[in-house]
């Protein structure tokens, strides 16, 4: 009798142990992943791409040049296709230029107007030398953001820029959702200058992520974490408008949140690539 009881006493502070060491190593995932994940893409990406020196290199004036960028852009855009779009819908709906004639529902037409000129029937800005660069986010199954908010108490940090607090403002969160707020600016002085203006695409929609369809660790189940989205994710394009012209532009990207502290040495939440237009 007494080797069973001995035997449970021991069975019990083994089970008490792995509960506890279960829960330490719960909570430290808890407080490391969300630094850990959460990565910014850039499309179109180069045969060569590299993720460090990722270039965007377009000759606008030689068909050649263009046309590889902008065949780029359709391969990556391919698993976006659809006849029925949401609303709003998170991609420009075909790869379709008009001129090949393919048939649109009202629904595409609309989708196409509102992601113009990031459409194939402009083909994404690259034959003019204004291109589209289309942003997504990965790797957010194991992330639980915390976005910003204006109406929240905390506050927001100083050098946010203006065109996000604006969309904060007219697009509150208990109305429209929350968002993964995202900008891009020339990472150095003579980036900025060289830039020229840009535009997030589509215009009429806040520049950012909608949380609401982002699969991240909040909204899927455990079981789902490892595996790959049913639905490609939403995308944010970013259209340079006049970007100067035979110099190379080192452009930054980067999403708003309040767990993920800006690190220029990190990728996480951040991106960067060189443009450069002849």
Not at 60 to 70: E, F, I, K, Q, R
Not at 195 to 223: C, E, M, N, V
Request: with cysteine.
């Amino acid at each position: 009798m007494g080797f069973e009881k001995r035997t449970i006493k021991i069975i019990v502070i083994v089970v008490v142990v792995l509960l506890v060491i279960g829960g330490l190593i719960g909570l430290l995932l808890a407080l490391l992943l969300p630094r850990l994940y959460a990565e910014l893409e850039v499309w179109p990406r180069s045969n060569e791409y590299s993720v460090t020196q990722p270039r965007i290199d377009v000759i606008s004036h030689d068909p050649g040049s263009w046309h590889a960028w902008y065949q780029r852009v359709n391969n990556f855009l391919r698993e976006y296709e659809t006849s029925l779009p949401e609303t709003p819908s998170r991609a420009p709906c075909t790869i379709h230029n008009r001129r090949d004639q393919h048939v649109r529902t009202d629904e595409c037409e609309r989708a196409m107007r509102a992601w113009a000129p990031c459409t194939a029937d402009q083909f994404y800005g690259y034959a003019d030398g204004k291109p589209c660069v289309f942003l997504r986010l990965g790797h957010v199954h194991y992330w639980v953001p915390e976005p910003y908010n204006m109406s929240s108490p905390l506050p927001i940090p100083p050098e946010m820029p203006h065109h996000i607090r604006e969309a904060m403002r007219y697009r509150p969160a208990h109305q429209h959702g929350d968002f993964i707020w995202v900008s891009c600016e020339g990472e150095f002085a003579a980036d900025k200058e060289n830039l020229g203006p840009i535009q997030y695409i589509p215009a009429d929609y806040p520049p950012g992520f909608p949380t609401s369809r982002l699969h991240t660790a909040d909204r899927i189940s455990y079981h789902e974490r490892s595996m790959p989205d049913r639905v490609p994710g939403p995308l944010v394009a970013v259209y340079f408008e006049n970007p100067r012209r035979g110099v190379v532009i080192n452009v930054e990207c980067r999403i708003w949140t309040r767990d993920i502290l800006y690190d220029r040495s990190s990728r996480i939440g951040r991106a960067r690539f060189e443009l450069f237009i002849d």
